[in-house]
């Protein structure tokens, strides 16, 4: 049988120890982690916080907000990303840290951000014609470090007519 032509995407993540993160960065990690102590996940208990940086420095944080109703519960990342955009809707998001508990309150977890908020970071690069670095903490030590989305959403839908 003829073989098919193939499409292939290669994604790269940087894993950067704490020790090494920058002082924007690691501003941001605190940030979100100081978030996730806030969240309002009385479902899950997974509390997830979030840190975003503006390209004017402005710093903004969240937490997931979660529902009885479970679907309309809304992740960190979309809850401060939709806030950050409906106040500062000129202004560039640049770097997004991710950082969550783990639902059994044993320590930190390793989060990478779901579907629904991989589109929600899509929307705003291609607002802003530009990537949003994006910062997920570990409980090892490190941070992976995406330089954009299409690290994490390769083949994104991103245009109405085509
Ligand atoms: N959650 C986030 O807030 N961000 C993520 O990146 C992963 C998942 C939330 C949704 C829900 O409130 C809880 O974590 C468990 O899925």
């Known amino acids: 049988m003829k073989e098919n032509q193939k499409i292939t995407f290669t994604q790269t993540l940087s894993v950067i120890p704490l020790t090494e993160l920058d002082a924007i960065r690691s501003e941001l990690i605190a940030g979100a982690k100081k978030a996730s102590g806030k969240a309002y996940a009385p479902y899950s208990n997974f509390r997830v916080g979030a840190a975003v940086i503006l390209e004017d420095g402005q710093i903004f944080t969240a937490n997931n907000q979660e529902n009885i ?53 899509s929307e705003y690069e291609m607002k802003f014609k530009h990537p949003i670095e994006i910062l997920m903490y570990r409980p090892d030590g490190t941070v992976l470090q995406a330089n954009g989305i299409d690290a994490l959403l390769p083949f994104k839908f991103e245009d109405l007519n085509q």
Do not use: M, W
């Open 69 to 121: 109703c479970f679907p309309v519960g809304v992740c960190a990342e979309r809850i401060l990303l939709g806030y950050t955009h409906a106040n500062q809707p000129d202004l560039r998001p640049a770097i997004l840290a991710i950082v969550a508990q783990k639902s059994d309150n044993s320590g930190f977890a390793t989060v990478s951000p779901c579907g629904l908020c991989r589109q929600s970071i």
